[in-house]
């Protein structure tokens, strides 16, 4: 069936440091997939999204790319900052419904 | 600029009583949608709409039911609340893109956290 995989956590980085958090997918046909990320106490918001193979999605700083032959799509940042720690949520859209992964804590000390 | 707007924020329930959470939209979404999230397990969805009147069920639907008479209102009904619904709960909506598809691009409200003893 349908299913995201995420790295466990927590990640523990320091500022500056460089992040990846893996993700992969299993899906019929070829679904979009968003990287969204939730803050303390609220509820989920949209970090990125790629809709086709090879597509790369960016924002803040924020990158991962659509990668069919591997069925993944892993987060990326070249330098992190205490404000990135957050809990971050790889997912997948196919019709109508919407998969997600378990989530994964990001800590980043000063 | 309200967005997506759930209600109530925190919630204590008995064994066996009834409650609605409520979710509203100024967005005019078609889409909208209930998750649970729970520790380990990220989101997980419950039921969802594609417009008025229409609704369909996600992953865990069981002892939840929904129906979406307004554009703007999606309220999650629990009948007979159980210990295994104390959750997080999240609406989120949606626009549909041209032709009906659904783009994934979804808008959170803050969250319900139910607790049922």
């Known amino acids: 069936g349908n299913s995201v995989t995420q790295m466990e956590g927590p990640v523990t980085l320091s500022e500056e440091a460089f992040l990846t958090i893996n993700c992969t997918y299993t899906?019929?046909?070829?679904?979009?997939l968003f990287w969204y990320v939730q803050y303390p106490g609220e509820g989920l918001q949209l970090l990125l999204k790629?809709?086709?193979?090879?597509d790369k999605g960016s924002n803040k700083g924020f990158e991962a790319t659509y990668r069919k032959e591997t069925t993944s799509f892993h987060l990326e940042k070249g330098s992190v900052q205490v404000s990135d720690s957050a809990v971050y949520f790889c997912?997948?859209?196919?019709?109508?419904?919407?998969?997600f992964g378990a989530g994964t804590r990001l800590f980043v000390k000063a | 600029n309200a967005g997506v707007t759930q209600t109530p924020k925190f919630q204590v329930l008995k064994t066996g009583q009834s409650m609605t959470l409520q979710c509203a939209q100024d967005?005019?979404?078609?889409?909208m949608s209930w998750y649970r999230q729970d520790p380990g397990m990220g989101l997980r969805l419950i039921h969802y709409s594609v417009g008025a009147g229409i609704t369909d069920q996600g992953e865990v639907p069981n002892g939840y039911n929904v129906s979406r008479s307004t554009t703007e209102d999606f309220p999650l009904r629990l009948l007979s609340a159980a210990p295994s619904q104390t959750s997080v709960y999240f609406c989120?909506?949606?626009?549909?893109?041209?032709?009906?598809?659904?783009?994934?691009?979804?808008?959170f409200g803050e969250g319900s956290r139910l607790t049922v003893l």
């Open positions: 997912s997948h859209t196919g019709g109508f419904k919407t998969i």
């Open positions: 899906a019929t046909g070829y679904p979009s």
């Open positions: 989120a909506s949606s626009y549909l893109a041209s032709g009906g598809a659904n783009t994934g691009e979804l808008f």
């Open positions: 790629a809709t086709k193979a090879d």
């Open positions: 967005m005019n979404h078609e889409y």
